[in-house]
């Protein structure tokens, strides 16, 4: 009822002084009428107007029993504008569209008129807003344009650690920008910085440290404000985000996900929809360099956007946000602890800091939290701690192999057995090795005939070291679109430990002189040479059967620099293999004179998949229905024989 009352006594206030909002006597902020500051004869009867006022409120409250709780309404109306600096766009009960002079918590509030239907402002607290009235209603019709909000950029610069060469190239290209802080700044003539990377690398915390530098207002609308699920909506969406970003200028429009609202045209999954908003997108970009706006989009997949947005004349400044390096890292680690209150020596966050190279900051932050969260309580954490964390948050256990022989299942040749123990040793002790002096492998290349378990011998290893992933290539789809192999190695890198195996790698990494994938090796070997870092986590492995078609620079070092051959079994070899085979068949009955080594004599050389499918052959042909004799040497021969023929 009391805020009745005011409601009443308010509106018949704003009619008297033509639509005049006051937000209170004791602010400083000047009222604002039509966007002109009023006369000062104007503003001192608004001034004693808004002392009536609150003296009527503290009368009210007397009389009606508000108590201490009561709060004067200074002002009530709908948001249907945007914020910038300290202004604000709104419609008042009264019917007019007014600007509100508010404090720089309005400003920094981006859901003020957001999501919600109106406001009212109280003089319990004036610098600050409540908002009344639904959220978004339930309506099955399209509905009007929501607010969309300007902020006071909360980051500069020097609030990111590191990345000095970022920093540099960013501060190059927005200079000219400097000036629109002048009203009467001309529009330079480039305009438009098209962020790219990784996710979580902070694209958007370097967009609003952008705005920061420059000390301009700060908008960055949702997805949801640049789209909308009714037919020809989308595009007035976009262009009223434009709109607010000139009428706030001068101004910093940040556009995040970019590639969900400029998809290529040319690709088969946009519709006319899509071509609709980016054809708008087109023209607004167009407008926008008229005015004191400069443009920001960041995206995780820039080869999705139209070709006609990232050209030169709408986007000329295209920058590469990566992953943080080291002394970015460190500063992110001694943040997040002081933050999560981890108590760490300087010596562990060095440390931690150097393994998690190619780590985002979003990885970072989760490896941090479930340090804190296994603390159980206590302050401290060591190297190990974070170790455990890091193992922890990168695992998909999708991508370890839990089945396949085990590598103590398989039988190699002692000079194998020799090279494989030294490859998992160096990997699972990587960091006492390197102490030591020696180095993890980096790239291993089996070698040899078909059939001699180049495939089964990566996928053991990888059950051997445990807790790797192991990631297969698909070569065809390599050969088809060279650009996923670099997708592959980002994502073995959010899952290291991991090994990424290129099977059949004769076409993927042929000599390319003489290849007609030559595109397809030259991004295959930037990918491996970008995956490698100061941790040894991601290690490539293939498998060919002609080393000698495979480009040289893949195997020079740093690359496929370890090779292994594995060839045809015989003799000891052989027979070694078909025993090991022969005990995991005990109820095979066999004549006395078939013993592993006769069966060796037999075969003479042979791969070890031909040998155990041969064995198998053999074994399969003594069945006579349900019932089978022993196997003899003659149905090894003959087996041998249906195998040379085929």
Same mark, same amino acid.
């Given at each position: 009822?009391?805020?009745?009352?005011?409601?009443?006594?308010?509106?018949?206030?704003?009619?008297?002084?033509?639509?005049?909002?006051?937000?209170?006597?004791?602010?400083?902020?000047?009222?604002?009428? =039509?966007?002109?500051?009023?006369?000062?004869?104007?503003?001192?009867?608004?001034?004693?107007?808004?002392?009536?006022?609150?003296?009527?409120?503290?009368? #009210?409250?007397?009389?009606?029993?508000?108590?201490?709780?009561?709060?004067?309404?200074?002002?009530?109306?709908?948001?249907?504008?945007?914020?910038?600096?300290?202004?604000?766009?709104?419609?008042?009960?009264?019917?007019?569209?007014?600007?509100?002079?508010?404090?720089?918590?309005?400003? #920094?509030?981006?859901?003020?008129?957001?999501?919600?239907?109106?406001?009212?402002?109280?003089? &319990?607290?004036?610098?600050?807003?409540?908002?009344?009235?639904?959220?978004?209603?339930?309506?099955?019709?399209?509905?009007?344009?929501?607010?969309?909000?300007?902020?006071?950029?909360?980051?500069? /610069?020097?609030?990111?650690?590191?990345?000095?060469?970022?920093?540099?190239?960013?501060?190059?290209?927005?200079?000219?920008?400097?000036?629109?802080?002048?009203?009467? #700044?001309?529009?330079?003539?480039?305009?438009?910085?098209?962020?790219?990377?990784?996710?979580?690398?902070?694209?958007?915390? %370097?967009?609003?440290?952008?705005?920061?530098?420059?000390?301009?207002?700060?908008?960055?609308?949702?997805?949801?404000?640049?789209?909308?699920?009714?037919?020809?909506?989308?595009?007035?969406?976009?262009?009223?985000?434009?709109?607010?970003? *000139?009428?706030?200028?001068?101004?910093?429009?940040?556009?995040?996900?970019?590639?969900?609202?400029?998809?290529?045209?040319?690709?088969?999954?946009?519709?006319?929809?899509?071509?609709?908003?980016?054809?708008?997108?087109?023209?607004?970009?167009?407008?926008?360099?008229?005015?004191?706006? %400069?443009? *920001?989009? @960041?995206?995780?997949?820039?080869?999705?956007?139209?070709?006609?947005?990232?050209? =030169?004349?709408?986007? =000329?400044?295209?920058?590469?946000?990566?992953?943080?390096?080291?002394?970015?890292?460190?500063?992110?680690?001694?943040?997040?602890? @002081?933050?999560?209150?981890?108590?760490?020596?300087?010596?562990?966050?060095?440390?931690?800091?150097?393994?998690?190279?190619?780590?985002?900051?979003?990885?970072?932050?989760?490896?941090?939290?479930?340090?804190?969260?296994?603390?159980?309580?206590?302050?401290?954490?060591?190297? @190990?701690?974070?170790?455990?964390?890091?193992?922890?948050?990168? &695992?998909?256990?999708?991508?370890?192999?839990?089945?396949?022989?085990?590598?103590?299942?398989?039988?190699?040749?002692?000079?194998?057995?020799?090279? %494989?123990?030294? +490859?998992?040793?160096?990997?699972?002790?990587?960091?006492?090795?390197?102490?030591?002096?020696?180095?993890?492998?980096?790239?291993?290349?089996?070698?040899?005939?078909?059939?001699?378990?180049?495939?089964?011998?990566?996928?053991?290893?990888?059950?051997?070291?445990?807790?790797?992933?192991?990631?297969?290539?698909?070569?065809?789809?390599?050969?088809?679109?060279?650009?996923?192999?670099?997708?592959?190695?980002?994502?073995?890198?959010?899952?290291?430990?991991?090994?990424?195996?290129?099977?059949?790698?004769?076409?993927?990494?042929?000599?390319?002189?003489?290849?007609?994938?030559? @595109?397809?090796?030259?991004?295959?070997? +930037?990918?491996?040479?970008?995956?490698?870092?100061?941790?040894?986590?991601?290690?490539?492995?293939?498998?060919?059967?002609?080393?000698?078609? +495979?480009?040289?620079?893949?195997?020079?070092?740093?690359? /496929?620099?370890?090779?292994?051959?594995?060839?045809?079994?015989?003799?000891?070899?052989?027979?070694?293999?078909?025993?090991?085979?022969?005990?995991?068949?005990?109820?095979?009955?066999?004549?006395?004179?078939?013993?592993?080594?006769?069966?060796?004599?037999?075969?003479?050389?042979?791969?070890?998949?031909?040998?155990?499918?041969?064995?198998?052959?053999?074994?399969?042909?003594?069945?006579?229905?349900?019932?089978?004799?022993?196997?003899?040497?003659?149905?090894?021969?003959?087996?041998?024989?249906?195998?040379?023929?085929?």
């Amino acid at each position: 009822m009391i805020d009745l009352i005011y409601l009443l006594v308010v509106v018949a206030w704003r009619t008297l002084l033509g639509g005049v909002v006051l937000l209170g006597a004791h602010e400083a902020a000047p009222a604002i009428y =039509d966007g002109q500051a009023l006369p000062g004869l104007a503003q001192l009867a608004a001034a004693v107007l808004g002392l009536a006022l609150i003296a009527a409120s503290w009368y #009210a409250s007397r009389q009606f029993g508000g108590g201490a709780g009561t709060e004067l309404l200074l002002w009530a109306g709908g948001a249907v504008g945007h914020i910038a600096a300290a202004w604000a766009v709104a419609s008042s009960v009264a019917g007019r569209n007014d600007w509100l002079a508010v404090a720089a918590a309005i400003a #920094a509030a981006t859901a003020l008129g957001t999501h919600l239907g109106s406001i009212r402002l109280l003089r &319990r607290n004036a610098n600050a807003a409540t908002l009344i009235g639904p959220s978004q209603p339930a309506t099955t019709e399209p509905q009007a344009p929501q607010a969309i909000m300007a902020q006071r950029p909360r980051r500069t /610069f020097a609030d990111i650690g590191g990345m000095r060469d970022l920093k540099a190239t960013v501060l190059d290209a927005i200079e000219p920008f400097r000036r629109y802080a002048s009203p009467k #700044a001309s529009p330079h003539d480039a305009n438009g910085v098209l962020l790219s990377g990784p996710p979580g690398n902070g694209k958007s915390l %370097v967009a609003e440290a952008i705005a920061g530098e420059l000390g301009f207002a700060f908008i960055k609308p949702s997805v949801a404000d640049l789209t909308s699920k009714w037919i020809n909506q989308g595009a007035e969406e976009v262009r009223k985000v434009f709109d607010a970003a *000139i009428a706030a200028q001068p101004s910093v429009l940040f556009l995040d996900e970019f590639d969900a609202v400029a998809r290529d045209r040319a690709s088969g999954s946009a519709h006319a929809e899509d071509h609709k908003v980016v054809d708008t997108l087109l023209t607004e970009i167009d407008r926008i360099r008229r005015h004191r706006v %400069v443009l *920001i989009a @960041a995206t995780n997949h820039p080869d999705l956007l139209d070709k006609a947005i990232t050209r =030169d004349g709408r986007f =000329d400044f295209r920058i590469e946000v990566p992953n943080p390096d080291l002394e970015a890292r460190i500063e992110i680690l001694r943040a997040l602890s @002081a933050k999560h209150g981890i108590d760490v020596s300087q010596e562990t966050v060095e440390k931690v800091a150097a393994r998690m190279q190619n780590r985002s900051a979003a990885f970072i932050e989760g490896v941090v939290r479930r340090v804190r969260d296994a603390s159980a309580g206590a302050r401290t954490a060591d190297l @190990a701690a974070f170790k455990l964390a890091d193992r922890a948050t990168s &695992r998909n256990a999708s991508l370890i192999p839990a089945s396949g022989d085990k590598l103590s299942n398989l039988y190699l040749p002692e000079a194998v057995a020799a090279q %494989v123990r030294s +490859i998992t040793g160096r990997l699972q002790n990587w960091e006492a090795i390197a102490d030591q002096g020696g180095t993890p492998p980096k790239g291993v290349l089996f070698y040899g005939p078909p059939g001699t378990g180049k495939t089964n011998l990566t996928r053991a290893i990888a059950r051997e070291l445990g807790d790797w992933h192991l990631l297969n290539v698909n070569a065809s789809e390599i050969l088809a679109d060279p650009r996923k192999f670099k997708a592959i190695t980002e994502k073995a890198s959010q899952h290291r430990p991991c090994i990424v195996f290129i099977d059949e790698a004769d076409e993927l990494l042929k000599e390319r002189p003489y290849s007609a994938n030559a @595109a397809a090796t030259n991004e295959i070997l +930037i990918a491996i040479d970008g995956a490698q870092a100061a941790t040894p986590e991601v290690v490539f492995f293939a498998a060919t059967n002609n080393l000698e078609v +495979i480009d040289a620079a893949a195997k020079r070092g740093g690359r /496929f620099e370890e090779r292994v051959y594995l060839g045809r079994y015989s003799g000891v070899d052989l027979e070694n293999l078909l025993a090991r085979n022969l005990a995991s068949r005990p109820a095979c009955a066999m004549d006395p004179d078939v013993t592993p080594k006769a069966i060796a004599d037999v075969l003479g050389e042979c791969a070890p998949a031909d040998a155990i499918a041969l064995l198998n052959r053999a074994i399969n042909a003594t069945f006579i229905g349900d019932t089978r004799r022993p196997l003899t040497l003659r149905d090894v021969a003959e087996s041998a024989r249906q195998l040379d023929a085929a």
